[in-house]
């Protein structure tokens, strides 16, 4: 009340006018209160005797207890005693005025009995509904009115008319909040839509750069960019995930190991652990594994580099030729001291050329002269001049186990030198003496050497000597061979041409050419073949193209195992290191783990017909098929090892295979319809009616179109009862309409008629979906494992595979292939990948993310691939392609993990932190303004790394196992 009545505005009309206490104020400021405006100090009668002398008016909120105070009463008498009766104004706010109950009373004895009119707070209704008192809001006017000295009534009115006008200015105010509301959260609606389009214009941004970095070949390129919109568009990760999928993939699995202007002299050790460079006469010994320098020498001016290195088998030593002032230093790379420094009167100083194989002896060149250190004591312990001229003088070779090292002269033939004498111990000569130079090798027993000899004449010769007889062991020509291997046990010999690509490979023990194979480039314009080598066991070779391509090569038959796309670049170097590949392009080094992560395997069955290969499946995690024998009868092989497990005695079109490791087979029987058996006990009597279509995954029910009713009907396989079926119509197209499927689980099947496909509930019988199919043909079917997609395709002028969802029955993918007819389509166990193969005239098979609909690879088939499947873990797809006899076998682990392990892969293994590939050049922020804008540098123009925070370890662990299936094939 005290607050009401100090901060009330008198309204404007009232202020000024004549009232019964004189001129009306504009407030009532200030009122005045004992309780809280009584200072501290002096004697409170005095205070109290001076407020009230002062005072206009005096207020007494009056309730029983009041009444019962002395100062109250002392402060009325004293205001009475002042003549000032009628500016006396009671307020009751309890108990009773003038009552006879001492207890209700709430008059203080000085103002009872005097007739003072009091405001009364209280709003009491009686039993016979009378109310007493004003209430809250009528009483504090009235008290207002008599502070005042105007009438009740004037003040009322006036007091409604100013609610009226706050109550209106509180609508209008109400509507301004409501539009300010309106158009805030418009403005939020604005803003979160400028927000989404924002990030989709990042994510378009990163994503096409990224695509169009990984279609040009440059994968590190597309990996930062994927990883650098990842970082700032989590939200999107299908899309990036995909993106840095496909990256890695064609990548090849790799890990850069160092990174340089120019890199040249690329040599490794035994074992493939350390890998020696050198670049701009600099020298860096790098740990293969963790990409660490080991060891750095030398620099790129011009009195400080270093001219010539070789390293021990053992990657312990480095020998190293230093100019200005020329010397030559043996380095212990292990213990990073020097154990020798050799110096030479010679032009050049001395030039290392090979440690013998246990890395205690040194083989120099000296000007015209061979000379052999002992490493620990430094002296000299033999001298030869093997060849007439300086510039005649080749790298020599060691012989393992022998004291003979081989060196090779351009005019004087290959000689084998005594390292402990210096002498002759004997001569080979390759090619009648008229040649231009040699290539030789030896295998580390040290009994065969074979040279390649680039003579006078296009057709180039190949020798190989066997050091224990006293000739050569044999010689081949063809066109323009250019080098030539030998295995480490000296069993095969391999030799190639580069200008027109050719690999041939001889055993030894028999002399008899096992391989000899013309490298397919010609569709890639001009590519040539720069090296050919074979791997430490001798069981496969590689083939590098200048174009950057690196071929892995069955060395007992010359079948093709794994292809990498090394590079944009050519390659100047490549060598097996264990059962890794390690590559140098002109400006990097790269391991690739495994050999590849794309084609594993490449099975050929020949035979007297081409087309041999009828059918196959995934059953066990290996590959299965039929083939057709010499004899035209139908036999079944497991490639696990590559063993035929039945041979069914049936002749007829095209034999089947469930995909389970009960391996039913399912032949067509010419005119009667087709058997069912098993391949452990051969084909069941059995005869099934009706046109054959496919066979579930557990071998249990058979998909059979009835042409006589028309009917699709679902059979058991083994009592032949129908277990389901559907009407079907018939037309003259019906042959080219009939395409049948079961989903993974047996619950549904999914068929094709004219116009449409149909999916039959097989458990109800009853049609769960009708999909209008833009299909002229269907070919194939495809349910996903979890029957939420069904992806459909076949021969179609859009060259489309469509993905269908099952739930709302609505296309929500169209993947392009590449031909107008589509063989066959798969979709990965997790959902994750679409496959399809298409024939004419691309002849490839395709593979998509199903998520995104963003194409992650595609294998080029000559002749095309009819039936492709995914194994049952997702990591490998097959290829079945009767067009040449061939199953293709590809592991596709990375294209469907997780993106937090493709992001580990990519950073620990593919970009390095000594690698530019993990940040923005300079140059690139400075020449594209939304990529500056998006991806800053901070305040010390550092470099953002885009691995930063994603949790990447410092070496990538082993990838998960792969499930190992125990089962084996039936006993034929």
Same mark, same amino acid.
């Given at each position: 009340?005290?607050?009401?009545?100090?901060?009330?505005?008198?309204?404007?009309?009232?202020?000024?006018?004549?009232?019964?206490?004189?001129?009306?104020?504009?407030?009532?400021?200030?009122?005045?209160?004992?309780?809280?405006?009584?200072?501290?100090?002096?004697?409170?009668?005095?205070?109290?005797?001076?407020?009230?002398?002062?005072?206009?008016?005096?207020?007494?909120?009056?309730?029983?207890?009041?009444?019962?105070?002395?100062?109250?009463?002392?402060?009325?008498?004293?205001?009475?005693?002042?003549?000032?009766?009628?500016?006396?104004?009671?307020?009751?706010?309890?108990?009773?005025?003038?009552?006879?109950?001492?207890?209700?009373?709430?008059?203080?004895?000085?103002?009872?009995?005097?007739?003072?009119?009091?405001?009364?707070?209280?709003?009491?209704?009686?039993?016979?509904?009378?109310?007493?008192?004003?209430?809250?809001?009528?009483?504090?006017?009235?008290?207002?009115?008599?502070?005042?000295?105007?009438?009740?009534?004037?003040?009322?009115?006036?007091?409604?008319?100013?609610?009226?006008?706050?109550?209106?200015?509180?609508?209008?105010?109400?509507?301004?909040?409501?539009?300010?509301?309106?158009?805030?959260?418009?403005?939020?609606?604005?803003?979160?839509?400028?927000?989404?389009?924002?990030?989709?214009?990042?994510?378009?941004?990163?994503?096409?750069?990224?695509?169009?970095?990984?279609?040009?070949?440059?994968?590190?390129?597309?990996?930062?960019?994927?990883?650098?919109?990842?970082?700032?568009?989590?939200?999107?990760?299908?899309?990036?995930?995909?993106?840095?999928?496909?990256?890695?993939?064609?990548?090849?699995?790799?890990?850069?190991?160092?990174?340089?202007?120019?890199?040249?002299? !690329?040599?490794?050790?035994?074992? /493939? =652990?350390?890998?020696?460079? $050198?670049?701009?006469?600099? @020298?860096? %010994? +790098? #740990?293969?594994?963790?990409?660490?320098?080991?060891?750095?020498?030398?620099?790129?001016?011009?009195?400080?580099?270093?001219?010539?290195?070789?390293?021990?088998?053992?990657?312990?030593?480095?020998?190293?030729?230093?100019?200005?002032?020329?010397?030559?230093?043996?380095?212990?790379?292990?213990?990073?001291?020097?154990?020798?420094?050799?110096?030479?009167?010679?032009?050049?100083?001395?030039?290392? !050329?090979?440690?013998?194989?246990? /890395? =205690?002896?040194?083989?120099? $060149?000296?000007?015209?002269? @061979?000379? %052999? +250190? #002992?490493?620990?004591?430094?002296?000299?312990?033999?001298?030869?001049?093997?060849?007439?001229?300086?510039?005649?003088?080749?790298?020599?070779?060691?012989?393992?186990?022998?004291?003979?090292?081989?060196?090779?002269?351009?005019?004087?033939?290959?000689?084998?030198?005594?390292?402990?004498?210096?002498?002759?111990?004997?001569?080979?000569?390759?090619?009648?003496?008229?040649?231009?130079?040699?290539?030789?090798?030896?295998?580390?027993? /040290?009994?065969?050497?074979?040279?390649?000899?680039?003579?006078?004449?296009?057709?180039?010769?190949?020798?190989?000597?066997?050091?224990?007889?006293?000739?050569?062991?044999?010689?081949?020509?063809?066109?323009?061979?250019?080098?030539?291997?030998?295995?480490?046990?000296?069993?095969?010999?391999?030799?190639?041409?580069?200008?027109?690509?050719?690999?041939?490979?001889?055993?030894?023990?028999?002399?008899?050419?096992?391989?000899?194979?013309?490298?397919?480039?010609?569709?890639?314009?001009?590519?040539?073949?720069?090296?050919?080598?074979?791997?430490?066991?001798?069981?496969?070779?590689?083939?590098?193209?200048?174009?950057?391509?690196?071929?892995?090569?069955?060395?007992?038959?010359?079948?093709?195992?794994?292809?990498?796309?090394?590079?944009?670049?050519?390659?100047?170097?490549?060598?097996?290191?264990?059962?890794?590949?390690?590559?140098?392009?002109?400006?990097?080094?790269?391991?690739?783990?495994?050999?590849?992560?794309?084609?594993?395997?490449?099975?050929?069955?020949?035979?007297?017909?081409?087309?041999?290969?009828?059918?196959?499946?995934?059953?066990?995690?290996?590959?299965?098929?039929?083939?057709?024998?010499?004899?035209?009868?139908?036999?079944?092989?497991?490639?696990?090892?590559?063993?035929?497990?039945?041979?069914?005695?049936?002749?007829?079109?095209?034999?089947?295979?469930?995909?389970?490791?009960?391996?039913?087979?399912?032949?067509?029987?010419?005119?009667?319809?087709?058997?069912?058996?098993?391949?452990?006990?051969?084909?069941?009597?059995?005869?099934?009616?009706?046109?054959?279509?496919?066979?579930?995954?557990?071998?249990?029910?058979?998909?059979?179109?009835?042409?006589?009713?028309?009917?699709?009907?679902?059979?058991?396989?083994?009592?032949?009862?129908?277990?389901?079926?559907?009407?079907?119509?018939?037309?003259?197209?019906?042959?080219?309409?009939?395409?049948?499927?079961?989903?993974?689980?047996?619950?549904?099947?999914?068929?094709?008629?004219?116009?449409?496909?149909?999916?039959?509930?097989?458990?109800?019988?009853?049609?769960?979906?009708?999909?209008?199919?833009?299909?002229?043909?269907?070919?194939?079917?495809?349910?996903?494992?979890?029957?939420?997609?069904?992806?459909?395709?076949?021969?179609?002028?859009?060259?489309?595979?469509?993905?269908?969802?099952?739930?709302?029955?609505?296309?929500?993918?169209?993947?392009?292939?590449?031909?107008?007819?589509?063989?066959?389509?798969?979709?990965?166990?997790?959902?994750?990948?679409?496959?399809?193969?298409?024939?004419?005239?691309?002849?490839?098979?395709?593979?998509?993310?199903?998520?995104?609909?963003?194409?992650?690879?595609?294998?080029?088939?000559?002749?095309?691939?009819?039936?492709?499947?995914?194994?049952?873990?997702?990591?490998?797809?097959?290829?079945?392609?009767?067009?040449?006899?061939?199953?293709?076998?590809?592991?596709?682990?990375?294209?469907?993990?997780?993106?937090?392990?493709?992001?580990?892969?990519?950073?620990?293994?593919?970009?390095?932190?000594?690698?530019?590939?993990?940040?923005?050049?300079?140059?690139?922020?400075?020449?594209?303004?939304?990529?500056?804008?998006?991806?800053?540098?901070?305040?010390?123009?550092?470099?953002?790394?885009?691995?930063?925070?994603?949790?990447?370890?410092?070496?990538?662990?082993?990838?998960?196992?792969?499930?190992?299936?125990?089962?084996?094939?039936?006993?034929?």
């Amino acid at each position: 009340m005290h607050r009401q009545i100090d901060s009330y505005r008198t309204p404007k009309a009232l202020v000024g006018v004549d009232g019964a206490l004189g001129s009306v104020p504009a407030t009532l400021h200030p009122i005045f209160r004992d309780r809280t405006d009584l200072q501290a100090g002096g004697h409170i009668t005095q205070s109290l005797q001076n407020a009230l002398e002062e005072a206009d008016a005096l207020v007494v909120l009056c309730t029983p207890t009041s009444a019962k105070s002395h100062w109250v009463n002392h402060e009325c008498e004293t205001f009475l005693g002042l003549g000032r009766a009628d500016r006396i104004f009671p307020v009751i706010a309890a108990g009773e005025p003038d009552s006879a109950d001492p207890e209700l009373e709430c008059f203080p004895p000085a103002l009872r009995g005097r007739g003072i009119l009091a405001a009364d707070l209280r709003e009491v209704r009686k039993p016979n509904g009378q109310v007493i008192g004003d209430g809250r809001e009528g009483g504090r006017l009235k008290l207002i009115a008599g502070l005042l000295g105007l009438p009740l009534d004037a003040l009322a009115r006036r007091e409604r008319r100013r609610q009226r006008t706050l109550a209106f200015g509180a609508m209008a105010a109400a509507s301004v909040f409501a539009l300010v509301a309106a158009a805030a959260v418009w403005l939020g609606w604005q803003a979160e839509t400028q927000r989404r389009e924002a990030f989709a214009t990042l994510t378009r941004f990163f994503n096409e750069r990224g695509q169009a970095a990984a279609q040009a070949g440059n994968m590190p390129r597309a990996m930062r960019y994927a990883l650098a919109g990842f970082r700032l568009s989590p939200e999107n990760e299908p899309l990036f995930r995909a993106t840095l999928a496909a990256a890695l993939f064609h990548a090849g699995d790799s890990r850069v190991v160092a990174r340089a202007t120019s890199l040249e002299g !690329l040599q490794l050790s035994a074992n /493939g =652990a350390t890998a020696m460079l $050198r670049s701009d006469g600099v @020298l860096r %010994i +790098y #740990d293969v594994q963790s990409s660490a320098t080991r060891f750095e020498f030398g620099s790129s001016e011009s009195r400080a580099r270093v001219n010539e290195a070789v390293l021990s088998g053992d990657g312990t030593l480095v020998a190293l030729n230093h100019s200005y002032p020329y010397r030559l230093l043996v380095r212990d790379i292990s213990g990073q001291r020097d154990l020798r420094e050799i110096t030479s009167e010679a032009y050049g100083g001395a030039v290392p !050329l090979s440690f013998d194989h246990r /890395g =205690a002896r040194l083989a120099v $060149r000296e000007g015209e002269t @061979l000379v %052999i +250190y #002992d490493i620990a004591s430094g002296t000299v312990l033999s001298r030869a001049t093997p060849c007439d001229q300086d510039y005649d003088y080749f790298p020599a070779i060691w012989l393992a186990r022998s004291d003979n090292i081989m060196v090779t002269c351009k005019g004087g033939g290959i000689l084998l030198i005594n390292a402990m004498t210096g002498a002759t111990a004997r001569r080979l000569v390759p090619y009648r003496n008229q040649f231009e130079e040699v290539h030789a090798h030896a295998d580390e027993a /040290g009994r065969f050497v074979a040279v390649a000899i680039d003579g006078i004449n296009v057709e180039r010769t190949m020798r190989l000597w066997d050091l224990q007889a006293s000739g050569a062991a044999f010689e081949a020509s063809f066109r323009l061979i250019e080098d030539v291997d030998i295995t480490p046990d000296g069993s095969l010999v391999l030799a190639y041409s580069t200008y027109d690509p050719h690999v041939s490979v001889w055993r030894t023990r028999d002399r008899e050419r096992i391989v000899d194979i013309d490298i397919p480039v010609s569709d890639r314009g001009n590519v040539l073949l720069s090296e050919a080598r074979f791997n430490a066991a001798g069981d496969r070779f590689l083939v590098a193209l200048t174009d950057g391509t690196i071929r892995i090569h069955d060395a007992s038959d010359g079948h093709l195992l794994a292809e990498i796309y090394a590079s944009t670049d050519s390659l100047s170097h490549v060598q097996f290191a264990g059962s890794d590949i390690i590559a140098a392009t002109p400006r990097a080094l790269r391991v690739w783990r495994g050999g590849a992560n794309r084609l594993t395997a490449w099975h050929r069955f020949g035979g007297a017909y081409r087309n041999n290969l009828r059918d196959g499946t995934m059953a066990c995690g290996y590959p299965v098929i039929t083939r057709r024998g010499n004899d035209q009868q139908p036999e079944v092989y497991a490639l696990r090892n590559e063993s035929a497990w039945a041979a069914l005695a049936v002749v007829g079109r095209t034999p089947m295979l469930a995909n389970d490791c009960s391996h039913y087979a399912l032949v067509h029987n010419d005119g009667t319809g087709f058997q069912v058996g098993t391949l452990e006990h051969g084909v069941q009597a059995q005869v099934f009616a009706g046109s054959f279509e496919t066979l579930s995954d557990d071998g249990a029910r058979v998909a059979v179109y009835d042409d006589e009713q028309p009917l699709f009907r679902v059979v058991d396989a083994r009592t032949g009862a129908t277990i389901a079926s559907a009407e079907t119509e018939a037309t003259q197209y019906d042959t080219w309409m009939r395409s049948a499927s079961f989903s993974p689980t047996g619950n549904l099947a999914a068929f094709t008629v004219p116009g449409d496909t149909r999916v039959l509930d097989i458990n109800s019988g009853e049609v769960s979906a009708t999909l209008v199919t833009p299909v002229h043909s269907v070919w194939s079917l495809a349910f996903s494992a979890d029957e939420q997609w069904l992806a459909v395709a076949g021969y179609d002028d859009a060259k489309s595979v469509y993905l269908w969802r099952l739930a709302d029955q609505t296309i929500v993918r169209t993947f392009t292939t590449g031909g107008g007819i589509t063989n066959d389509v798969a979709i990965s166990p997790n959902a994750q990948l679409v496959a399809a193969s298409s024939q004419s005239p691309d002849d490839d098979i395709r593979i998509w993310d199903l998520p995104t609909g963003v194409l992650l690879a595609t294998f080029d088939i000559p002749g095309g691939v009819g039936q492709i499947e995914f194994s049952r873990d997702g990591l490998s797809l097959a290829a079945f392609s009767e067009y040449d006899g061939r199953v293709y076998v590809w592991d596709v682990s990375l294209l469907s993990i997780r993106m937090s392990e493709l992001a580990n892969i990519a950073c620990s293994r593919a970009l390095l932190p000594t690698s530019t590939d993990r940040t923005f050049s300079v140059n690139e922020l400075a020449a594209d303004g939304l990529l500056r804008e998006l991806w800053q540098t901070d305040g010390a123009r550092t470099p953002r790394d885009v691995c930063e925070g994603l949790g990447a370890p410092a070496l990538w662990p082993d990838p998960p196992a792969r499930p190992v299936h125990q089962t084996e094939p039936p006993p034929h």
